[in-house]
């Protein structure tokens, strides 16, 4: 059974910020103000979604999976 | 206890790593250490036999007591040279000729820490060492990735097979080839819990205390406030057209699966520490009245610490070492100083250090030296602006280069040359592959 996107991606998330109430995350905020996440932080997330969905996200597309629901949108767009 | 950090005074073994019969050559890692700021894994600066362990797990000690003795010289050994806390002895560094880094291997100076198997019978009061890091020299073919579970799981890389590309050992094949949840290649390091094999753990499991944070904090509050006490700053900037560099990059990622991707941090990395090698006025540390020029290049990197903090670890010889192999070791400090568990050699050897703020940051940052360093090299955000060449406008990616150094040390030319230098080797992104 295909887990929800959703979780899958905030999991991902959780292990680059874990001290983050993902529970209250806005979907349409930018993760990478609502979490200070930083380009090391934005490769790890795109290789965590790779390692998980199989997905390849190019460079030019981090700014698609910027905000929760960008990024929910994007993966299932692709497939995921 | 070695000093790891100027403000530190006491330390408290947590974990030993050898026992006494246990033979030790310099580099080994032998204890894990709790500084208040980060947990440290203790590097061993003399060979030999362990004798005696004279400090028990838990007990905290004075900088400068005495841990182990070794048999070969009958004294105790200490983790850092008798003659100083501090950096080591340095040759000034010679100007390197060849700036373009275009060997796959990094030069044979990185050392391999490999944690020495501890004996069963010392207990574990805290958190599992890190497993044994992938010697450098002989380059295993395998994704960054597939490198950091190996260390999480303690597998040495060379025994994995690879699925990947032109027998490229991937993160799987490291997972695969462990037998059981906390079997490891190195047979005494034991793993607190069993690593969960589809958990990505990039940065940190667990945020850090209030307690750890709060230290850490302390650590940079007295670092700074010695800083301005003490060296008389001035400041020169540099603006530098990035599109080469960005186009350089852009083809270069293409290239590379998602878990190679280079960031921009390691080309600016690795062009600080050219210009450095080019510039020794700039690279070393200001003791005892005079500046002493360090024989390597080893930056320190500032990394903001997820709660509020900075820690600036070493990367070491980070002009040596190819683009790639400056990824993986940086990706994986970060994580590491996130978790605020470095080893000694990371807090001790920074000869300058960097300082790069992401794009969502200000224009430029003018900052702060850490003591006894004699320069801090920042790079703003990315901005696209105004550009004039050649009589015409245009508009680029600029970034802005900023020096702060130590007018004991040197001046605006040395400094000048420096950053003149980082912005050649920016613009010339090729040859800092």
Known sequence: MKRPLRELVLEVLGAIAPEADLAALDPRADLRDELEIDSMDLLHFAIGLHEQTGIEIPESDYPRIATLAGCVAYLEARGA | ?433
């Not at chain 2, 695969?176 to 079997?183: G, I, K």
Request: aromatic share 2%; glycine share 6%.
């Open chain 2, 1 to 433: 206890m070695p000093s790891l950090g100027a403000d530190m005074e006491v330390g408290t073994v947590l974990t030993w790593y050898v026992g006494p019969g246990d033979v030790v050559k310099r580099g080994d890692i032998v204890a894990l250490v709790d500084t208040e700021k980060a947990e440290i894994e203790i590097e061993i600066w003399n060979a030999g036999r362990v004798a005696r362990i004279l400090v028990e797990p838990g007990r905290e000690v004075p900088v400068g007591a005495p841990l182990l003795v070794l048999e070969e010289t009958g004294e105790a050994a200490s983790a850092a040279p008798k003659s100083e806390r501090g950096p080591r002895p340095p040759a000034p560094l010679r100007p390197s000729s060849a700036t373009s880094a275009t060997s796959a291997k990094p030069a044979a100076v990185v050392d391999a820490r490999i944690p020495i198997p501890r004996p069963s019978s010392v207990p574990v009061p805290s958190e599992v060492p890190s497993a044994p890091r992938a010697p450098s020299r002989e380059r295993v073919r395998a994704t960054p990735l597939a490198r950091r579970v190996a260390r999480e799981l303690g597998v040495d890389l060379s025994r994995v097979t690879g699925t990947g590309p032109e027998g490229r050992v991937r993160a799987d094949d490291v997972r695969a080839s462990q037998p059981a949840p906390t079997a490891v290649a190195s047979p005494a390091t034991e793993t607190a819990a069993p690593v969960a094999p589809a958990r990505l753990a990039p940065s940190a499991d667990q945020p850090l205390s209030a307690e750890r944070l709060a230290a850490i904090r302390r650590g940079m509050a007295n670092a700074m406030a010695r800083s301005k006490r003490e060296i008389p700053h001035y400041y020169l900037e540099l603006d530098v057209d990035m599109s080469r560099a960005l186009a350089w990059l852009e083809a270069a990622n293409r290239e590379r699966s998602v878990e190679q991707r280079l960031l921009l941090q390691v080309l600016l990395l690795k062009a600080t520490a050219l210009a450095l090698a080019d510039v020794p006025d700039l690279n070393g540390h200001w003791l005892d009245g005079r500046f002493v020029p360090a024989a390597s290049v080893h930056l320190g990197v500032a990394i903001a610490v997820r709660g509020g903090g900075l820690l600036a670890p070493a990367l070491h010889d980070v002009d040596r070492r190819s683009l790639d192999v400056l990824m993986h070791d940086l990706s994986d400090l970060v994580a590491r100083a996130r978790r605020a568990q470095l080893r000694s050699s990371e807090v001790r050897d920074a000869t300058a250090t960097v300082t790069s703020l992401s794009d969502r940051g200000p224009d430029r940052v003018y900052g702060v030296i850490y003591p006894p360093q004699v320069a801090l090299v920042g790079f703003g955000g990315l901005r696209e602006r105004p550009w004039a060449q050649a009589g015409m406008l245009g508009v680029r990616p600029v970034l802005s280069i900023t020096l702060s150094a130590d007018h004991r040390a040197s001046d605006g030319q040395q400094g000048t040359r420096l950053l003149r230098r980082i912005a050649r080797a920016l613009e010339e992104p090729e040859k800092l592959a």
